[in-house]
């Protein structure tokens, strides 16, 4: 969501600003702005729209600052505007970026607002500001009043501010919101993410819960929560830079669904033996805590939960353990009871998704036997707040909608099954069935890609198309959800997603033949049912569109069209199914003109309730 950069440098400093925004677009925004101190002034420039509109609006003057901050806003308080848009500013001194929510906004407002300060905007941003402003009145140096003015503020936040009195430095804080500081040479950095630093350095610093942080081009100083200088570890990143580029892809989501074989095959690297999961990837003390987990409850938001609904069938129906699934933002507001011996496992791309760290922090207080992440950012707070991490190795997903952090994600949650089903009802050799069926997932992977000219036909049939059914039965329900989800994400088509047998529960009324049907069909238990199921479809004049495995005796015929998938390991179908479902949102929404990476009102990285 929204993205803040930082620099304090002996060199202008306004276009690394603006890459390092560039770098965060996939985060999704509605504006972007800046602020550098020169000439012994506080120059701002803010615009509505792309960062291309800002670096054509900062490219008509000479910015030669070399302290300054940036952000790109996601609109929570106050719609999309130049006003609204940050930095903000307190009596042209103080400029802040922040992101996050302050939920006492209201209640600080009208205080400062007693006291004489002028609100510009409707944000919640523009306290903060004004509140480190006031405290400055009040004798302290920048570091002090933003010290002052944290435990004033209730919810989340991570802060970058600089100021005309001391024009060298930003100061940042960090409560929920992540923040990392890039360490140049002569110059140093900060952001909300290391990828909109790369291009200056590769060595990074992530910073705490609670640390305050200080850069100036010649150093840095971290403190934590309680005012205490702190070190923190030096990371080394050595990624290849060409993860944000789109290379020769059209978009970054097609990029990254071409990617997926070898994701895969970077979750699967070090982690599975010739018919063994090698648990120890899960930490020091997996041992420990599965051998006493009884029951598994599984937290999660957006594509992130359907993993989690693909994960409870294997769970329970492989592992023999019980397994529930809550979306995190449900978990967080209701009572419930907690088994004995219960896993917690929650599951975030970025690590720091606002509903799932909050449910992560609850659990803590109500008597789970131990945490588990299942997570893309190794530094992230759901990695560092959890005790066990089972990481993916997606990289970096700059898509909006998520392909290969789904499907990493599955793999990493088949490993956590295993792990737990060794010690239930899976037995040895049904271990190393599982085993080899994921030596064969990536190049199944590749050859379920091969589909890809077949669908970008087929979704010609979509473009015109208001809505879409997506049927599943068992397992592949979930990758039918999924499915829906993608094509409403970036086509703006409206889907919806049921398990097959449920369609003369109700959705059946909707079918006619504007509304296109698809149907998830491998070659399991349950294809003759679904074979009736979709026959009801038919006789109601619908249009099916079935991604059946090339055994199941689906055919081509008036009303049907079959795309043949490649016979499958059970284990692995969920993820094979996944990628051409993809690849059909994502034709439909190039030929239907939508903005596929940044689709309309969504964000990446979800760090506000």
């Known amino acids: ?53 800002l670096a054509d609006s900062v490219a008509k003057g000479e910015w030669l600052g070399q302290c300054g901050i940036a952000h790109t806003r996601w ?19 103080l400029a802040l970026v922040h992101n996050g929510i302050i939920e006492n906004h209201e209640a ?53 501010v600089i100021s005309l009195d001391e024009p060298d430095q930003v100061i940042c804080a960090r409560s929920g919101s992540p923040l990392v500081i890039g360490i140049g040479i002569g110059e140093n ?24 942080a200080r850069i100036t081009p010649k150093n840095y100083d971290i ?70 987990t009884r029951a598994v409850q599984i937290v999660a938001c957006g594509t992130s939960y359907h993993a989690a609904m693909v994960a409870k069938y294997w769970i329970e129906g492989i592992a023999g353990v019980p397994c529930r699934v809550e979306v995190a933002s449900e978990f967080r507001y209701r009572e419930f ?44 707070s759901l990695v560092r707040e ?48 599982i085993v080899q069926g994921l030596h064969t997932l990536p190049a199944m992977a590749e050859l379920a890609l091969t589909l890809d000219e077949q669908i970008e036909r087929i979704s010609e049939a979509f473009a015109d198309k208001h809505h879409a059914l997506f049927l599943g039965r068992g397992v592949q329900w979930p990758v039918a959800m999924e499915g829906a989800l993608k094509l409403k ?35 399991n238990e349950l294809l003759e049912k679904l074979k009736s199921n979709l026959e009801e479809v038919r006789a109601r004049g619908g249009q099916l569109f079935v991604f059946a495995d090339g055994q199941s005796g689906f055919k081509n015929e008036p009303g049907v069209t079959v795309i043949p998938m490649p016979h499958i390991p059970d284990i692995i179908a969920p993820i094979i199914y996944t990628l051409p479902l993809q690849l059909l949102s994502y034709h439909v929404a190039v030929l239907k003109g939508t903005d596929v990476d940044q689709p309309r009102n969504l964000a990446k990285s979800v760090t506000v309730e």
């Open 75 to 93: 609109a929570t308080h106050g719609k999309p505007s130049q006003r609204n848009a940050h930095p903000h500013t307190s009596m042209q001194r």
């Open 489 to 523: 994400e970036i086509s703006y088509i409206h889907a919806e997603s049921y398990p097959a047998g449920e369609l003369k529960h109700g959705p059946l009324a909707l079918v006619d033949a504007d509304m296109p049907v698809v149907a998830v069909a491998p070659n």
């Open 386 to 433: 959890s005790d066990l991490a089972l990481m993916t190795e997606a990289g970096p997903e700059i898509g909006v909608a998520s392909t290969k952090a789904f499907t990493t994600q599955l793999v990493a949650l088949i490993i956590l099954t295993v792990a737990l089903g060794r010690r239930h009802k899976l037995t040895a050799e049904s271990e190393a069935a």
């Open 108 to 160: 600080l407002r009208r205080q400062l607002q007693d006291i004489g300060y002028e609100f510009v905007s409707e944000t919640d941003t523009e306290v903060i500001v004004h509140l480190i402003d006031s405290q400055i009145q009040n004798g302290l140096d920048l570091f002090a009043a933003i010290k002052a003015s944290v435990p004033e503020l209730e919810g989340a936040f991570g802060l970058a």
């Open 223 to 292: 403190w934590n929560a309680d005012g205490e200088p702190v070190s923190r570890d030096v990371t080394w990143i050595s990624e290849a830079a060409d993860a944000a580029d789109k290379g020769h892809y059209r978009h970054y989501m097609l990029k990254e669904i071409y990617e997926q074989p070898q994701v895969i095959r970077n979750t699967l690297q070090g982690r599975l033996g010739s018919d063994r999961i090698l648990e120890q990837v899960l930490g020091a003390e997996a041992q420990l805590i599965l051998d006493r």
């Open 337 to 380: 009871v907690v088994e004995d011996n219960t896993l917690l496992v929650t599951i975030s791309q970025s690590g720091e998704t606002a509903d799932t760290l909050a449910a992560l922090r609850l659990a803590k207080t109500l008597g789970y036997a131990a945490t588990l992440t299942v997570c893309n950012v190794g530094q992230s």
């Open 1 to 53: 969501m929204c993205g803040i950069v930082g620099a304090a440098a002996r060199r202008p400093v306004a276009e690394i600003l603006i890459e390092g925004l560039r770098r965060l677009e996939y985060r999704g925004y509605d504006s972007a702005g800046l602020a550098v101190l020169q000439n012994n002034k506080l120059e701002v420039c803010k615009e509505v729209g792309k960062v291309a509109v």
């Open 189 to 212: 950095f900060i952001a909300s993410d290391q990828l909109a630093l790369r291009q200056v350095t590769d060595r990074f610093v992530y910073l705490e819960e609670g640390d305050f």
